[in-house]
């Protein structure tokens, strides 16, 4: 056949491949979510096979692994105790509280690691959602400027405890704009705010809440998290955060919502995080378990596509893996 254009000489050997890729996932893309809670014992979590949660010093031990393997970003979620929850949550502000003790620590043990936290509600608050809940006739509602309040004191609690990005998780309106201020009037001008940016009401976050106890005790998050179904409010919610000072932006979960994420990148200049959240994590592990699909092909294969629609960072529970897998690749 006469052919000016093949296609395939650009896929003849591994080295033309190596030459013409145009996505590559890098160690330093991987952020490391961290389950720990006061306990002294780490416990295999049951909702997400192979993903522990830590004692503090199992944490930090495991924070000293990843950065080993070249990781230098971790994103920390606890657990906490049932008595120190309250319809408020103000456990998340106390500065001798469990987060704090945790980014001290590890600030010391390990002083190169980014420490990202997590800024919600729903580890401290009694009701299980990422605000304040009132119930009025039996209708349930999340308080918002209430809830801003209390997230700005949980976001300097961090702060001042060493922290360098804080997550606001929470989907509330204004909180990076408020966050920002409070951090700024403390002196903390150097803490970043990581906003989930496009957090959806998804199915997918069910191990996760296992993980920590956290599902709401009643209702859904559905009138604070976003509609499944929409991509143009995401980016109305990227206006708003970029207004509001946020340093990086996030679209959660991140397999599921590819379009969205790439709609983003089109849309921003700001660095873009996508989170695999846990379902996305359980279902590789599900059918990898079963020997039905190849782990280390499929996870990054997972991340690549990510990536590739136009995430700068991801945070994911195989970040460990990925960072020894990426190490041996270069051996
Ligand atoms: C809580 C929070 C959730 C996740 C991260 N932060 C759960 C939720 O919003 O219900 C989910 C992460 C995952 O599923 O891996 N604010």
Same mark, same amino acid.
């Given at each position: 056949?006469?052919?000016?254009?093949?296609?395939?000489?650009?896929?003849?050997?591994?080295?033309?491949?190596?030459?013409?890729?145009?996505?590559?996932?890098?160690?330093?893309? /991987?952020?490391?979510?961290?389950?720990?809670?006061?306990?002294?014992?780490?416990? &295999?979590?049951?909702?997400?096979?192979?993903?522990?949660?830590?004692?503090?010093?199992?944490?930090?031990?495991?924070?000293?692994?990843?950065?080993?393997?070249?990781?230098?970003?971790?994103?920390?979620?606890?657990?906490?105790?049932?008595?120190?929850?309250?319809?408020?949550? &103000?456990?998340?502000?106390?500065?001798?509280?469990?987060?704090?003790?945790?980014?001290?620590?590890?600030?010391?043990?390990?002083?190169?690691?980014?420490?990202?936290?997590?800024?919600?509600?729903?580890?401290?608050?009694?009701?299980?959602?990422?605000?304040?809940?009132?119930?009025?006739?039996?209708? !349930?509602?999340?308080?918002?400027?209430?809830?801003?309040?209390? +997230?700005?004191?949980?976001?300097?609690?961090?702060?001042?405890?060493?922290?360098?990005?804080?997550?606001?998780?929470?989907?509330?309106?204004?909180?990076?704009?408020?966050?920002?201020?409070?951090?700024?009037?403390?002196?903390?001008?150097?803490?970043?705010?990581?906003?989930?940016?496009?957090?959806?009401?998804?199915?997918?976050?069910?191990?996760?809440?296992?993980? /920590?106890?956290?599902?709401?005790?009643?209702?859904?998050?559905?009138?604070?998290?976003?509609?499944?179904?929409?991509?143009?409010?995401?980016?109305?919610? +990227?206006?708003?955060?970029?207004?509001?000072?946020?340093?990086?932006? *996030?679209?959660?979960?991140?397999?599921?919502?590819?379009?969205?994420?790439?709609? !983003?990148?089109?849309?921003?200049?700001?660095?873009?995080?996508?989170?695999?959240?846990?379902?996305?994590?359980?279902?590789?592990?599900? &059918?990898?378990?079963?020997?039905?699909?190849?782990?280390?092909?499929?996870? *990054?294969?997972?991340? /690549?596509?990510?990536?590739?629609?136009?995430?700068?960072?991801?945070?994911?529970?195989?970040?460990?893996?990925?960072?020894?897998?990426?190490?041996?690749?270069?051996?």
């Amino acid at each position: 056949m006469e052919m000016m254009i093949r296609g395939r000489r650009n896929r003849r050997t591994a080295a033309v491949r190596g030459l013409v890729r145009e996505t590559r996932l890098h160690v330093e893309d /991987l952020i490391l979510p961290l389950f720990f809670h006061i306990d002294g014992d780490d416990v &295999a979590i049951e909702s997400m096979p192979g993903c522990t949660r830590w004692s503090l010093q199992g944490l930090v031990a495991e924070v000293k692994s990843a950065y080993s393997l070249g990781i230098r970003a971790v994103v920390l979620f606890p657990k906490i105790e049932e008595d120190l929850k309250s319809p408020n949550g &103000a456990e998340c502000a106390n500065d001798s509280g469990l987060v704090p003790t945790a980014i001290r620590e590890i600030r010391k043990a390990c002083p190169g690691m980014c420490i990202i936290t997590d800024v919600a509600l729903d580890p401290y608050n009694s009701d299980g959602h990422d605000g304040i809940v009132v119930k009025e006739g039996g209708k !349930l509602e999340i308080l918002n400027d209430e809830t801003v309040e209390v +997230l700005c004191a949980q976001a300097l609690c961090h702060a001042r405890a060493g922290a360098d990005t804080v997550a606001p998780s929470d989907m509330m309106d204004g909180r990076v704009g408020a966050i920002r201020v409070a951090l700024d009037e403390e002196g903390f001008t150097g803490v970043g705010i990581m906003s989930y940016t496009a957090k959806y009401a998804s199915a997918f976050y069910g191990p996760f809440r296992g993980a /920590l106890d956290s599902a709401p005790k009643e209702g859904d998050k559905k009138t604070y998290q976003m509609d499944p179904g929409n991509a143009r409010e995401a980016i109305r919610e +990227l206006l708003m955060d970029e207004e509001e000072g946020a340093d990086i932006v *996030m679209v959660k979960p991140a397999g599921p919502y590819l379009d969205v994420i790439a709609r !983003l990148r089109d849309e921003t200049t700001l660095p873009i995080a996508a989170y695999q959240v846990s379902g996305e994590y359980l279902m590789i592990k599900s &059918a990898c378990s079963g020997g039905w699909l190849d782990e280390k092909a499929v996870v *990054m294969e997972s991340l /690549l596509g990510i990536k590739r629609a136009g995430a700068d960072m991801i945070l994911t529970y195989f970040a460990k893996d990925v960072a020894s897998w990426l190490k041996n690749s270069l051996e």
